[in-house]
């Protein structure tokens, strides 16, 4: 692969532009090029504008695992024409979300997703070039830790919150195995999920811009937003 270093970004619907309103407005485009109209704070804080020339290629897609990872997005990573050089990851969620409520399989899930992350990490390594770099992002909680999953509308599950905390923990620890630096997408929608409002609401652009989630597990167009400044925190450090 030759050409202009780009920006690829891979993963599950924390980083796709679907649910945020539509081509360009998700978090890991506006972290290649802001929407001004929505964000004029981050005017001149993208991609596009400190790094001139770097291309983009969105490879992240909704409901994504990590053998969505493994066996669709890397293979359409090392066939891109131009080798990366920032790759941002979103995943292990959708792994989680389908051991819900069985604690001890979900247990088993954060193992199975910190491995498939070690193979993906070392996939990626290979083919960036030198001095790129990657960014892990870690998975949030619509109920801000409160684990009222009656308000979500979803069955009790008392050990949700410790095992998205335990997912965590296992994605930075692997991050931190291959030199990855760790987005905390978490820690920057922790009060934006359920005690900022209802998080099952289905629109893209709420009023209440503090509130970061969609489709209860979605980010919309403000989460999108959080979800890039923690990309950008990832890479520039704050």
């Given at each position: 692969?030759?050409?202009t270093?780009g920006?690829?970004?891979?993963?599950?619907?924390?980083?796709?532009d679907?649910?945020?309103?539509?081509p360009?407005?998700g978090?890991?485009s506006?972290?290649?090029?802001?929407?001004?109209?929505?964000?004029?704070?981050w005017?001149?804080?993208?991609?596009?504008?400190?790094?001139p020339?770097?291309t983009?290629?969105?490879?992240?897609?909704d409901?994504?695992?990590?053998?969505?990872?493994?066996d669709?997005?890397?293979p359409?990573?090392?066939?891109?024409?131009?080798?990366?050089?920032?790759?941002?990851?979103?995943?292990?969620?959708?792994?989680l979300?389908?051991?819900?409520?069985?604690?001890?399989?979900?247990r088993?899930?954060v193992?199975?997703v910190s491995?498939?992350?070690?193979?993906?990490l070392?996939?990626?390594?290979a083919v960036?070039?030198?001095?790129?770099?990657?960014v892990?992002?870690?998975?949030?909680?619509p109920?801000?830790?409160?684990?009222?999953?009656?308000r979500?509308?979803?069955?009790?599950w008392p050990?949700?919150?410790?095992?998205?905390?335990?997912?965590?923990?296992?994605?930075?620890?692997?991050?931190?195995?291959?030199?990855?630096?760790?987005?905390?997408i978490a820690e920057?929608f922790h009060?934006?999920?359920?005690?900022?409002?209802d998080?099952?609401?289905?629109e893209?652009?709420?009023?209440?811009?503090?509130?970061?989630?969609?489709s209860l597990?979605?980010?919309?167009?403000?989460?999108?937003?959080?979800?890039?400044?923690?990309?950008?925190?990832?890479?520039?450090?704050?």
């Open positions: 692969m030759a050409g270093p920006y690829v970004a891979l993963g599950d619907s924390i980083s796709i679907d649910y945020s309103g539509g360009g407005r978090g890991a506006l972290l290649f090029a802001n929407r001004d109209d929505d964000f004029p704070e005017r001149g804080r993208d991609l596009r504008s400190t790094s020339g770097t983009f290629a969105l490879l992240a897609t409901g994504a695992t990590t053998r969505t990872l493994l669709g997005q890397l359409r990573l090392a066939a891109l024409p131009s080798r990366p050089g920032l790759v941002t990851v979103t995943i292990g969620g959708n792994d979300l389908g051991a819900y409520g069985h604690t001890a399989a979900a088993a899930v193992a199975h491995a498939a992350l070690d193979r993906a070392a996939a990626v390594s960036l070039v030198p001095g790129g770099r990657v892990v992002g870690t998975v949030y909680d109920s801000d830790g409160t684990g009222d999953a009656v979500l509308g979803l069955p009790p050990d949700a919150v410790a095992l998205i905390a335990e997912l965590n923990d296992a994605l930075r620890r692997t991050a931190a195995r291959h030199g990855a630096a760790v987005a905390e920057h009060g934006h999920g359920l005690t900022a409002g998080p099952r609401r289905p893209a652009r709420p009023e209440q811009r503090d509130l970061w989630f969609c597990i979605e980010p919309n167009a403000w989460g999108a937003g959080g979800v890039r400044a923690a990309f950008w925190a990832a890479l520039h450090g704050g």
